[in-house]
Structure formats: structure tokens, C-alpha cells
């Protein structure tokens, strides 16, 4: 697989992400949500564009 470390990166982040939302630990889980996804759209972007 071409894109391993990159897929890798973002499923460790969701999975994390996951267990916080879960833990009822954060304030706001929307706005986490949303930088969330900001940060996986510019993973996505650096990681699995062809050079």
C-alpha cells in the first residue's frame, strides 16, 4: 500500500478521538469535532497527494 503511514495516522487519530468523546472528558465535543476534521482534511491533503 502505497499511503500506509498516512492511513495509519488518521485511524490512530479517530480512534483516540473516539475513546475522548466517549470518556465524557471534553467541555465541548462539537468544536473537537470539528478540528477533528479540519485536521484529518489537511493530513489527507500532505499525505495522499501525488507527487
Known amino acids: 500500500m502505497r499511503y500506509t503511514w498516512t492511513s495509519v495516522a488518521i485511524i490512530v ?3 483516540t478521538a473516539a475513546v ?6 471534553l ?12 485536521v484529518t482534511v489537511f493530513l489527507s491533503y ?5 507527487l
Open 27 to 38: 467541555p465541548n465535543p462539537e468544536a473537537f469535532f470539528g478540528f477533528l476534521m479540519a
Open 13 to 15: 487519530i479517530w480512534v
Open 46 to 50: 500532505i499525505g495522499f497527494r501525488s
Open 20 to 25: 475522548l468523546m466517549t470518556s465524557d472528558r
